[in-house]
């Protein structure tokens, strides 16, 4: 965005977190000469920190209104936001969005929607807050084949494990701060159950390897049944439990998607990823492993990313989507070393895991580490969410020796 006086007008959906951070940048930084035309709001009854003359409740008026040069879509309602930028993209006009589980559910037609009216819709805003990793992907990696992606993609999370691990608060209380701070979606089942890094994860795929994989299709799990007993574990080994995204080359030179809670280790970059922080790893054939963080929830961060979006929208940027899929999705994964905790042993005993060896004996619930193929955990995965499981990855460095040990060790006290 250029300063100067030729003054560009915004209009903005919703007035969130994300909202009032953009607000608060645009008006820090008048040089840029960019002034807010309206912000449509649903509520009328709510206190907010601007007068009542700065609203609107209909969002015909700003969709409409032709004084408008770019518009922001920062309402937390999916459908109500694909209805928004639908009409805005049927119009030819400029969209910037944060709306992750909109643009992750919608995308063929999002893409098409600009290829046919000439539009524009940025959601750089929708993946990892305050870094640029859709512009990374989508522009300077354009060329580059990508082996993995793969990051903690969820701030409201990782700030509840943060929570667990250093602080030993309990879920409740810290997912209560998260969303006190802000960092939580309006319906928190979408961070802790892993359904935000999926999206989120599904938008990277399709900048980063030309695949667009419906949501609903990829094995995930979420942190919503961890309990202390899972954290004791982890840190008796020297790891952090962490929700991890990745977006894998196979062997087989196919593409594996997945969102697991992982056990994270020392050597790991991610291992330092913490409160409301994401970092994202990417490994590309030829640049190597390059790491990411920066904080990926929050007003201003947030609010950051929308702004550099509507800069570059101005400025006449727009998401090419050249990159060619390199590979088919794989839908069986390869072999995932798992620890499982649960209270119904009947329903771990249907789990078709391998090598099985157990962590709890004597205890109240079954712990159990083994093996099995991403196709077959997905198969199971809403049996074992609806049962209260406890799913989690084990990294290749963690061996099931040391697990055994350790829990045997912890045990001990509890005799
Ligand atoms: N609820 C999201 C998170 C907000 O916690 O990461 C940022 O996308």
């Known amino acids: 965005m250029k300063a100067g006086n030729n003054k560009k007008r915004i209009g903005i959906f919703g007035f969130g977190c994300v909202a009032q951070g953009l607000y608060d940048i645009i008006q820090a930084n008048p040089q840029y000469s960019l002034e807010v035309a309206s912000i ?44 928004i930028v639908r009409q805005a993209l049927k119009a ?23 290829q046919e009216f000439g539009g524009v819709l940025l959601y750089e805003a929708a993946v990892c807050g305050s870094i640029p990793v859709v512009r990374l992907l989508e522009s300077y990696f354009a060329a580059e084949p990508l082996q993995e992606v793969r990051g903690v993609l969820n701030g409201s999370s990782n700030y509840i494990l943060s929570k667990l691990h250093t602080e030993g608060i309990s879920y409740p209380e810290a997912l209560a701060e998260a969303q006190a701070l802000g960092f939580a979606e309006a319906d928190p089942i979408l961070d802790v159950q892993g359904y935000d890094a999926l999206n989120k994860l599904c938008i ?27 954290i004791a574990l982890a840190q008796a080994v020297g790891a952090r439990i962490k929700l991890v995204a990745s977006a894998r080359h196979s062997a087989s030179q196919m593409l594996s998607l997945q969102v697991l809670p992982t056990f994270v280790l020392p050597d790991d970059d991610l291992f330092v990823v913490d409160e409301e922080f994401n970092g994202v790893q990417l490994h590309g054939a030829y640049a190597g492993k390059q790491f990411f963080k920066g904080r990926g929830a929050g007003s201003h961060p947030t609010g950051s990313a929308v702004w550099a979006d509507v800069a570059a929208a101005l400025a006449g940027f727009r998401y090419s989507y050249a990159r060619e899929a390199r590979a088919a999705v794989d839908r069986q994964a390869s072999l995932l070393q798992l620890y499982v905790r649960a209270s119904d042993a009947r329903l771990l005993a249907r789990v078709p895991l391998q090598e099985v060896q157990s962590l709890s004996e004597g205890h109240r619930d079954v712990q159990l580490v083994g093996t099995i193929s991403g ?34 060790k912890r045990y001990q006290y509890f005799v």
């Open 204 to 230: 990277m795929a399709a900048h980063g390897f030309g695949q667009v994989v419906p949501p609903q299709k990829v094995l995930h799990f979420g942190i919503q049944h961890i309990q202390p007993e899972d």
């Open 92 to 114: 030819g006009k400029t969209v910037v969005s944060a709306n992750k589980k909109m643009v992750a559910e919608n995308l063929p037609e999002l893409v098409q929607l600009q």
């Open 40 to 83: 449509c709001v649903k509520s009328r009854n709510k206190t907010r920190s601007l007068p009542e003359t700065r609203f609107s409740y209909d969002p015909q008026q700003l969709l409409q209104d032709t004084t408008i040069d770019i518009f922001a879509e920062l309402i937390s309602d999916a459908d109500e936001a694909l209805a």
């Open 375 to 408: 196709a077959e955990l997905f198969a199971h995965q809403e049996r074992l969410e609806q049962a209260g499981a406890f799913v989690a990855l084990l990294p290749a460095g963690l061996s099931h020796e040391s697990l055994l040990a350790a829990s045997a």
